[in-house]
């Protein structure tokens, strides 16, 4: 899997397998539409780094095994998503 950090029109870190499955989850799970989306790849170090930094809906920092779980699955998963739209 690979990662992905968009920054426009809204942040989010998403885990895909390409460049394609990313932006479609992108507009699946944060925006409406592809418009002009902003994003590069990411190594997964600092993946780890960014996912362990963002605070869940309550307000917390997510747990280690948590963060391990979604990072080691092979699907597509939404890891980080602007808090403006929570």
């Known amino acids: ?18 460049e394609e499955q990313a932006k479609e989850k992108y507009v699946e799970w944060v925006a409406e539409d592809k418009g002009d989306l902003e994003f590069d790849e990411i190594d997964r170090d600092y993946a780890i780094v960014k996912f362990s930094q963002a605070k869940s809906e309550d307000g917390e920092l997510v747990p280690v095994n948590e963060i391990l779980e979604q990072l080691q699955s092979d699907q597509p998963e939404l890891l980080v998503i602007d808090g403006s739209l929570i």
């Open 1 to 18: 899997m690979k990662f992905f950090d968009f920054y426009n029109p809204y942040i989010a870190l998403i885990k895909a397998e390409n």
